[in-house]
């Protein structure tokens, strides 16, 4: 049912759910548009919605042929909305559930876009703070680019720090989500511009293995591993462009390269990255973990969540992929310090089984039980043979069929 959204736009069919909104197709004086339309108890928050307002210059001043560009801010009774390009196409988010990983040229090719368009609004002074694949949408009516690739925008900027308010959240916690999180986040420092490269790695990693580097388990454990745990290298991909995602995801801020720097390089590996196809790993295994943090005190309980889906907001409505925000406290140094038992996430080839993983011990289960069974045969074996020499008076130098005689022959 169409719905009026102030006094210029009006709003048809729903495109999309996600925990901090609804985006709808619609039409105003210029034509077709996506209107993101917050929910009603993030509307209602008049403190939120001046930290909105002020924020409308830099977020209509965002113009990049790689940014979904934000034309109006509708702030009209309970309705507070952003009006946006529509771009006809499908998230990120949804080309991996159905391909579950891309070739290696096709996904520099999408970070390579992403990364131009994150260029442009660190320049202009804006941080993202929400890179991942669900905000990045892929142009279908685009021109194809190498690999095949659809040009990539990048979507909902401002909505993460919009939420973020000293309103809504305490300084001791953290809003985000857990997959994609800089290790300076978890550790309570301010969002710069390279929480946007670290978490633009992270989705570059995640297109080429098909998983995040530190995902998996609790989101505690998640949080422990950004800080504490190193990235473990993919085979298969050139020595050259493991050496881009490794220093993206450089604990040091400062160690990261600028949007600008990483599009270029990114660039500059197309060529050799024609025709290999996409990885051939696993997945690691996602062992139960110690949970030393604390949920949201808010928070309602949850059905069994798929790796990093935890709700943005407490009692926010499902995304329709997955929930992938979190509000936790910000973990201790001796908590990020202590136990990463059943956190290691170390890729594998197919088939290769992770060490620690369940299927790797029951592997080594069965083996000790064949080593056993071997030994024990071995052993029943040596004893028959201990018998025979018993019986026959045999000495141990000596072996059966040998022709000299050890005993006295009968009187």
């Known amino acids: 049912m169409a719905r009026n959204i102030g006094s210029r736009y009006t709003a048809h069919q729903i495109l999309g759910r996600g925990s901090a909104g609804t985006v709808w197709l619609g039409d105003g004086p210029e034509g077709p548009v996506a209107i993101k339309l917050l929910r009603e108890d993030l509307a209602s928050d008049q403190e939120l919605v001046g930290r909105f307002v002020q924020e409308r210059t830099a977020l209509l001043g965002l113009d990049h042929p790689r940014v979904v560009a934000v034309h109006d801010l509708v702030v009209d009774g309970n309705d507070l909305a952003l009006v946006m390009d529509l771009v006809r196409g499908t998230d990120l988010r949804t080309r991996l559930d159905r391909e579950r990983r891309l070739a290696p040229e096709a996904a520099v090719a999408i970070i390579a876009d992403v990364a131009d368009g994150l260029a442009a609004a660190h320049a202009a002074g804006v941080v993202h703070r929400d890179v991942k694949p669900e905000n990045i949408l892929l142009d279908m009516e685009g021109p194809l680019g190498p690999g095949g690739a659809h040009p990539a925008l990048l979507t909902d900027f401002g909505v993460a720090k919009l939420i973020d308010t000293p309103r809504r959240t305490k300084a001791s916690r953290i809003i985000g989500t857990p997959d994609y999180l800089a290790p300076e986040i978890v550790e309570g420092l301010p969002p710069r511009a390279a929480v946007d490269i670290y978490a633009l790695a992270t989705v570059l990693y995640e297109l080429l293995a098909g ?135 170390a890729p594998r080839s197919a088939g290769q089984r992770r060490p620690g993983s369940a299927r790797h011990k029951a592997e080594a289960v069965r083996k000790r039980r064949i080593t056993l069974g071997a030994a024990a045969v071995l052993l029943v074996a040596a004893l028959g043979v201990g018998g025979w020499f018993a019986t026959s008076g045999g000495s141990a130098d000596e072996v059966p069929g040998d022709s000299k005689q050890t005993t006295s022959p009968v009187p």
């Not at 990885?279 to 139960?288: F, I």
Request: net charge negative; charged share 25%; hydrophobic share 35%.
């Open 211 to 345: 998983f995040t580097p530190f995902g998996g388990g609790h989101p505690g454990a998640v949080l422990r591993r950004h800080v504490t745990e190193t990235v473990v290298p993919l085979p298969g991909i050139p020595e050259e462009l493991w050496q881009l995602l490794v220093q993206c995801l450089a604990k040091a801020p400062a160690s990261r390269l600028r949007a600008s720097e990483l599009a270029a390089r990114l660039r500059e590996q197309l060529p050799h990255l024609a025709g290999i196809p996409p990885l051939d790993v696993d997945e690691p295994d996602s062992e139960p973990t110690e949970q030393p943090y604390e949920e949201p005190e808010t928070a309602a309980p949850q059905e069994p969540r798929r790796r990093g889906a935890v709700p943005l907001v407490p009692g926010a409505a499902p995304d329709s992929n997955r929930d992938t925000h979190t509000s936790m406290r910000v973990p201790g140094p001796d908590e990020l310090a202590g136990g990463a038992r059943g956190t290691a996430r």
